[in-house]
């Protein structure tokens, strides 16, 4: 099949090479003067240059020969009367690749493409391609090692198709080179709206791609080297506005392009120096970068800001792989669903690095990540000004959580800071859900802010070791940690600082360090932990613990709870109301005291139907009392 396309191509053009004697050297065509092209080209030697002036009308082809076509200082070749393209390059069955090279040339009015190519190479010096039907530039090559395009100081613009490449159609093996070029204002109904490439590899070095309109890949599609180029204000009916495809991006923009999803970049391969911004997923996921499924993505110095989505703002990651190293991912936003900054999205893997997550938002869950259900690392960062909302406010139709983080897979974070965000509802900082895992080593929340959980909210099982729970806030309990899970266990942590409720709203306030809701059977281990503070505007400065009919168990060990306040149990209150004493459990073990704390009324602990045992911890100087029981 691929011979008998070689051959009618061929056919196509039998008879058009002149059998004239070949003319060498310089050869000089005025065609404002009545010049012939072709039958210079004809004529030419293999090699030979034209020097042209004006401008020249036809449809114009070469065969067999490498050949020159310079402007004298500058030419048009125009397509207008007739169809086809404007200047072809022919092949023969058996020839070797052949260079045709343009220098301050514009190839225009092209029906069938500006310049069409089989076999060749091309090459573009401070020439121009522009307003042509059928493609700016179509080379195709079946043969290996493919034909390149190389364009030079040179700009494809404003040209059609109905099919893919609008600016450049690169079929099959046919790569193409571009250096401080531009395309601009290309569309094609396919794919590619500035470029397409079937097989071979798009190369863009102080390049720019603006402009341009596709189904797919408004601006770019296919496989990409980037370098010092930029990608703006591109647009895709469907996918990818700026680019899509696999590739290795250096030092460039991707800057307001557009699509249903994946509004700047649908891109898998590594993103250096790069720069995605102001992109937009108006009807899908992924505003500013979208990693495909099982595709991997690195980023590493990167910065993805100002980008929008319905969901995953920032970054969307559908069960791949991506890494992110001195990154910043910022303001970014989604209008429905969780990710402001970043959605992993069923499975996958993300390691995030030494980055900075700051001032993204969403309206659901997860102000700057949501993690649906992949394994998510966090390293040596700053999560900061995140929102999911307002604090307090509601929506039945969202989630409002997670401040910072949406847990629903497993997500470890080391050596981290998440301060200052905000949800409406729960984990100010982070929120937890039901059957997923979260680790928080050597990590820091600080001055977040919700209804439940100022800054973790755990449903599922958490374990917070080395770390620091400060200065946090919740409108109703648990200004440091809410938790309502199978299991938590903290250990060398500070929680100080903290509060619980408001003076304006009566009746709120529990658990200024942490409330503990638990359900049947589950434990909460504290060792060798401070909790000191911390306020709380009803009960329980330090701790609330409330089984409320079920079981809330807590053990201390080598902890000390000193100098919290609340309106009663300033270092600790358990409520077991509606069960009997053994489900609102608190032991205290050796090493543990509770001092202090200061309270209405028991200021150590105030025990409302609970169980509190002794087994070698101590409460005492609390005021006005150390332990109330009723």
């Known amino acids: 099949m691929k011979g008998a396309i070689v051959i009618a191509f061929c056919l196509a053009f039998a008879g058009v090479a002149s059998a004239a004697t070949p003319v060498r050297g310089l050869t000089t065509v005025a065609c404002s003067s009545g010049g012939d092209l072709q039958a210079a080209i004809d004529a030419a030697a ?11 009308h036809g449809h114009f082809g070469v065969a067999g020969k490498d050949l020159t076509i310079q402007g004298s200082p500058s030419a048009t070749l125009d397509g207008i009367y007739g169809s086809g393209a404007t200047l072809s ?33 091309l090459t573009l010096v401070d020439s121009a391609v522009s307003g042509n039907a059928g493609g700016g530039i179509r080379a195709q090559d079946s043969y290996q090692p493919g034909g390149l395009v190389t364009l030079t100081g040179s700009t494809v613009s404003g040209n059609t198709t ?24 290309n569309k094609a109904t396919g794919g590619g709206g500035g470029i397409v490439s079937e097989y071979g590899t798009i190369t863009l070095n102080g390049t720019t791609v603006s402009g341009n309109s596709a189904d797919v890949g408004g601006g770019i599609l296919g496989e990409v080297v980037m370098t010092n180029s930029t990608v ?48 937009a997923a108006n009807y899908g996921a992924g505003g500013g970068l979208y990693v495909g499924r099982f595709g991997s993505a690195a980023l590493t110095r990167t910065t993805v800001t100002g980008n929008t989505a319905e969901y995953g703002g920032g970054i969307y990651s ?60 966090i390293d040596d960062s700053v999560l900061s000004g995140n929102s999911a909302g307002a604090v307090g406010s509601h929506d039945p139709n969202y989630a409002l ?32 859900v039901n059957g997923s895992s979260l680790v928080l080593n050597g990590s820091t929340l600080s001055s977040n802010a919700s209804v439940l959980g100022g800054g973790l909210f755990n449903t599922a099982t958490a374990t917070v070791s080395g770390s620091t729970v ?30 619980a409720g408001t003076h304006t709203a009566l009746g709120s306030g529990r658990g200024g360090g942490l409330l503990d809701l638990r359900p049947v059977g589950a434990v909460t281990n504290v060792t060798n932990s401070r909790f000191t503070g911390n306020h709380a505007f009803v009960n329980g400065g330090g701790i609330w613990v409330a089984g409320a009919g079920q079981t809330a168990t807590v053990d201390l060990a080598g902890t000390r709870v000193d100098h919290n306040t609340a309106g009663g149990g300033g270092g600790i209150f358990m409520d077991g109301t509606g ?31 609970g169980l509190l045992t002794l087994a070698g911890g101590t409460v005492t100087l609390n005021v006005p009392n150390d332990i109330v029981k009723f």
Do not use: K
């Open 46 to 56: 293999p090699g030979a240059t034209i020097d042209v002036s004006g401008t020249c």
């Open 89 to 121: 390059a022919f092949w023969t069955y058996g020839d070797p690749y052949h260079t045709l090279t343009l220098q301050d040339v514009a190839v225009v009015g092209g029906t069938d493409a500006g310049i069409a190519s089989f076999h060749w190479n």
């Open 162 to 185: 109905t099919g893919s490449g609008g600016g450049i159609q690169l079929t099959s093996l046919e790569s193409a080179v571009l250096t401080n070029s531009t395309l601009s204002g």
């Open 232 to 279: 703006a204000g591109n647009t895709a009916s469907y996918e990818a506005g700026g680019v899509g495809g696999d590739g290795t991006f250096t030092s460039s923009r991707i800057t307001g392009n557009t699509a249903e999803q994946g509004g700047g970049c649908i891109c898998t391969g590594t993103l250096t120096d790069m720069t995605i911004t102001d992109n």
């Open 318 to 377: 559908d069960e791949s792989w991506v890494t992110i190293a001195g990154s910043t991912i910022s303001t970014n936003s989604v209008s429905q669903g969780g990710g402001g900054a970043i959605w992993e999205y069923r499975g996958g893997s993300m390691t995030i690095t030494g980055s900075t997550l700051a001032g993204n938002t969403s309206p659901d869950a997860g102000g700057a990540i949501r993690n649906g259900s992949g394994q998510l690392e």
């Open 401 to 432: 959580q997670g401040g910072a983080i949406w847990n629903n897979g497993t997500t470890t974070l080391t050596d981290t800071t998440v301060t200052g965000n905000h949800a409406g509802q729960g984990g100010g900082g982070i929120y937890d």
């Open 470 to 499: 400060t200065s946090n806030t919740a409108l109703d309990g648990g200004g440091g940690i809410a938790n309502e899970g199978v299991s938590l266990t903290i250990d060398g942590t500070t929680v100080s600082d903290n509060v």
């Open 579 to 609: 069960g009997a004493p053994s489900q609102t459990a608190v032991t205290l073990e050796p090493g543990t005291s509770v001092d202090h704390n200061v309270a209405t009324s028991g200021g150590g602990v105030l025990d409302l139907h």
